[in-house]
């Protein structure tokens, strides 16, 4: 069963200025995308749990540098996405 993202005012105002300033990156975004709503838990994504002021969140990479954070309802199928950035932005 696929998993429904939602996207929330804020994530998509932080969505934008992501792929302004990095446009290389789209085509990866969307492939992650296209997989985190198929299957979150596929290896490539490398989900995982956060800890510490982000506890409750959950990570996937886009690449080794760029990560979306987002809250993953499994009861529901939904993923709510939260952050995109670098490593240092999202877990900052």
Known sequence: M???LIFTASYEKIEKRFLRRHPDLLDRYHKTL???ENDPFHPSL???GLEGRLAGLHA???TLQYRITLELEIRDHEIILVNVGSHDEVYS
């Open 60 to 62: 996937v990479s886009i």
């Open 34 to 36: 296209v997989l985190l």
């Open 2 to 4: 696929a998993y429904e």
């Open 46 to 48: 490398r989900l995982h």
